[in-house]
């Protein structure tokens, strides 16, 4: 596949050596052509110089065959734009950008760009690791809407079969990651002594999921 970077900061450097190193041809657009220093010297695709929502621009970088669009720049107005370009001009459907003000993400999300809120994710992250296990979620849709949460529970619970931990605590298994394996649980999978369990759920119930599965089952009857 050939794939179009707009933004050759760290972010936008380090997708296209990985794009790059799994076989896809690359090719990065940056205003400032002093930004492409960081990029290996053994870097293959095309170095591009100008903005990503510039029409002869994106042609230079292969927009007209390029099977995806990534708007990773410094400007969260660039970002949209670009986005917008490269899949309503040029018709490419994996488009996504980065935006540092997650308040707009819903907005973008409703223009059918799909978005990485960098403050929020940095910010989720961080949390994960000073807070106890379950206050925070692995991933959220960029409205807050729904999230991907890693949950505690009570050793009460091994032995329950997930249909059955999810009558109780009202939510999905979204999978469960066992002696360091994903596993996709069916209906009937029992909870084992050392699984993690991962839901999804409507974000404004995790308080309500935490607090059920913290508890022994018994202990809420």
């Known amino acids: ?30 205003r400032d052509p002093q930004a492409f220093r960081r990029l290996r ?20 970088a292969g927009i007209e065959s390029a099977g995806a669009y990534v708007a ?26 980065r935006i540092y003000d997650s308040r707009r993400a819903e907005v973008y999300q409703r223009l059918g760009i799909p978005t990485v809120a960098t403050v929020r994710w940095t910010a989720d992250q961080i949390l994960r ?23 505690a529970y009570h050793p009460g619970w091994i032995g329950t079969r997930i249909r059955d931990l999810e ?26 002594e050392g699984d993690i369990l991962h839901v999804m759920a409507a974000g404004n119930d995790m308080d309500r999921i935490n607090k059920v599965l913290s508890g022994a089952p018994e202990e809420r009857h």
């Not at 053994?42 to 903005?51: E, N």
């Not at 690791?129 to 949950?151: C, F, H, K, M, Q």
Request: proline fraction near 3%.
């Open 1 to 30: 596949m050939h794939i179009v970077i707009m933004g050759c900061g760290r972010v936008g450097s380090t997708l296209a050596h990985i794009l790059e190193d799994s076989g896809h041809s690359v090719a990065i657009i940056d």
């Open 41 to 60: 010297a053994g870097f293959r695709g095309r170095r591009v110089t100008g903005v990503g929502f510039d029409r002869d621009v994106l042609e230079e």
């Open 72 to 97: 990773v720049s410094s400007g969260d107005n660039s970002n949209i734009i670009s986005a917008r370009v490269a899949r309503e001009t040029f018709g490419v459907d994996n488009v996504v950008a």
């Open 129 to 151: 690791r000073v807070l106890p296990e379950g206050a925070e979620p692995l991933w959220r849709d960029p409205t807050g809407t729904v999230v991907l949460a890693e949950v």
């Open 167 to 192: 009558a109780e605590a009202g939510t999905r298994t979204a999978f469960v990651n066992r002696m360091g394996e994903t596993l996709l649980p069916k209906s009937d999978t029992v909870l084992q």
